[in-house]
């Protein structure tokens, strides 16, 4: 089957996403699931995911706009753009109530008959599927693929799942610390020009 | 003028330069964007990118709106709408010319 050859905008649309930020993120909220069901610091992936999103905005405007240039994409996209935070967002507080739905059924103990990571984790599994097909980054179909194979291997084998978490969390976040490094390199600081020289 | 050459279609000189052709086709594809977009996408020399931006700012294809960020000249530069009728006919006469 081809690939539906990308339209120039798309091409350029995607570079925006090569600086690995959002992997990093996405890599940093598994292990801060994992490192919660161990220490059982409630609430630490809500901490985390709020000043995990501070940080991918404003490194987004210190070094990817610095490196690839400031761009305002067109009014299509945009648009586009907006739908795909509304329906993250919407995701998000369906995941943080289906969290809470979890915590207090089968009688109010929070014990259940499943291992009680695995509502979360399933909803990580969508929430990468979701991106990978939204924005698009096929890279995050990988990312999804890998915590369900782990979360499938610790069930197999009796694990807790936290290993699943952790050992997802460390790799997704090597490979986009590995972007980062990467696009720095494809995209240096430009250096400092007098424009006013320049038009003359 | 004879009659064949009639039959060939008009092709802009202006957007027709490989340097103009990238910044026209990258603009084209966003709303605008600063110099170091430009640099990064048709991968031209600072030198290069700005003496081409001239020629479309003075062929009327391009605006270049300078601005201060952090103390720090910025320029942003979009198509005009003159700018995009021209691109617009400019990939019509080359599929013509062309034949798709």
């Known amino acids: ?200 | 003028m004879s009659k064949a050459e009639n039959i060939l279609p008009d092709i802009d000189k202006t957007v027709h330069e490989l340097a103009r052709l990238k910044i026209m086709a990258t603009l084209d594809s966003v709303a605008e964007g600063d110099m170091t977009f430009l640099m990064n996408f048709t991968g031209l020399s600072w030198g290069n990118l700005s003496v081409q931006v001239s020629k479309l700012k003075d062929a009327g294809f391009v605006a270049v709106e300078k601005s201060f960020v952090d103390n720090k000249p910025q320029s942003r530069v979009s198509l005009t709408k003159e700018g995009k009728t021209a691109y617009a006919s400019y990939k019509t006469a080359m599929g013509d010319l062309l034949g798709f």
């Not at chain 1, 069930?155 to 976040?173: D, K, M, T």
């Open chain 1, 1 to 200: 089957m081809l690939q539906k050859e990308k339209t120039l905008e798309e091409k350029i649309y995607l570079t925006w996403y090569e600086d690995g930020l959002i992997d990093i993120f996405t890599g940093v909220m598994l292990l801060a699931i994992g490192v919660q069901m161990i220490v059982g610091l409630s609430y630490l992936m809500a901490i985390v995911g709020f000043l995990g999103l501070v940080w991918v905005k404003q490194t987004k405007q210190t070094v990817t706009d610095v490196r690839l240039g400031k761009i305002t994409f067109s009014a299509e996209r945009l648009k586009a753009i907006s739908k795909l935070k509304r329906i993250l967002v919407a995701f998000m507080f369906s995941a943080i109530a289906v969290g809470i739905i979890v915590r207090f059924m089968h009688d109010g103990t929070g014990a259940t008959p499943y291992p009680r990571a695995l509502p979360i984790g399933i909803i990580m599994i969508v929430g990468m599927g979701l991106m990978a097909r939204m924005i698009p980054l096929p890279r995050f179909s990988v990312y999804s693929l890998l915590l369900a194979g782990l979360m499938a291997v610790d069930v197999l084998l009796g694990y807790p799942l936290v290993y699943a978490f952790l050992v997802a969390g460390g790799i997704i976040v090597f490979m986009g610390t590995g972007d980062y490094s990467r696009f720095k390199d494809t995209y240096p600081i430009p250096q400092e020009r007098d424009e006013e020289q320049d038009d003359e």
